[in-house]
């Protein structure tokens, strides 16, 4: 008997928003359940019929009551956790109108990249954080 199982597999869309004092937002997540406690950026799951550009407006305005303009694809990530494996399609969006609500979340909060590290995030964002760590070095040498 084949005793193996695949972990189920997420297709997520998450946003990476940015205000005009070059602040990133990230919300934690609700004790209990899965990652409970742990910091991320907003998003969730692709519907069928759906770019990833709709989901992430969609999830942000049901999550955060927020309007934001979807830019360019940061990375995406593809992450195995033990019983859960998840493709992460991480995009740079912009504020556009609204003040971010706590609407499915335990916390919302403005941070800069730098202070990304002092916040526990799941496993899966490590490669995130680092991917917008870079991005602020090139913004750097570009002056
Ligand atoms: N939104 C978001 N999800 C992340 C990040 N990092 C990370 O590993 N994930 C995982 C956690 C979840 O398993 C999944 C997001 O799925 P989701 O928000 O639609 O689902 P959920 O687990 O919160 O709850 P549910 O809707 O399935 O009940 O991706 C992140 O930075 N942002
Ligand atoms: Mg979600």
């Known amino acids: 008997m084949n005793t193996t ?13 940015w205000n005009d004092q070059q602040q990133i937002l990230i919300d934690r997540r609700r004790p209990g359940g899965v990652m409970g406690g742990l910091w991320e950026f907003p998003g969730g799951k692709i519907e069928p019929g759906e770019t990833v550009e709709q989901c992430i407006q969609r999830e942000i305005y ?11 694809c940061l990375i995406t990530i593809d992450h195995t956790y033990t019983h859960l494996r998840v493709t992460l399609t991480v995009h740079h969006c912009r504020l556009l109108k609204g003040i971010p609500q706590p609407l499915e979340c335990d916390e919302v909060r403005w941070v800069t990249v730098d202070e990304l590290e002092d916040f526990t995030f799941p496993e899966a964002n490590s490669e995130i954080i680092a991917a917008l760590k870079r991005v602020g070095e090139m913004r750097t040498v570009d002056g």
């Not at 199982?5 to 928003?17: C, D, E, L, W």
């Not at 049901?62 to 360019?72: A, C, D, K, N």
């Open 5 to 17: 199982t695949t972990p189920p597999h997420k297709i997520i869309g998450v946003a990476v928003i």
């Open 62 to 72: 049901e999550e955060l009551g927020i309007f934001i303009e979807v830019g360019e």
